[in-house]
């Protein structure tokens, strides 16, 4: 896992394929916290999202390189209310 100290707010994340997945807010704990306006739509919009911090590949010119493809790195990310 890479250094989660390293990861700026308003970074972007990308997915190992360079597509944006969403933009830093905050580090909590071991999570990458995302921004509402990246939250998606329906249902998802208007609440912050996290992503693990296992999924953290690197920490490269003030971007956040995942290390799953942009599609399968949305399926692991949790709701603000989830606390697993």
Do not use: C, P, W
């Not at 590949?57 to 942009?70: H, K």
């Amino acid at each position: 896992m890479a250094d989660l100290s390293q990861i700026k707010e308003h970074a972007e994340v990308i997915g190992a394929d360079g597509v944006h997945v969403g933009t830093v807010d905050g580090i909590d704990g071991n999570r990458i916290k995302l921004t509402k306006k990246d939250s998606g739509q329906g249902s998802h919009k208007g609440h912050h999202h996290y992503i693990d911090g296992g999924l953290v590949a690197m920490v490269e010119d003030g971007t956040v390189r995942l290390s799953a493809n942009a599609d399968v790195a949305v399926t692991f990310e949790q709701e603000e209310d989830d606390k697993s």
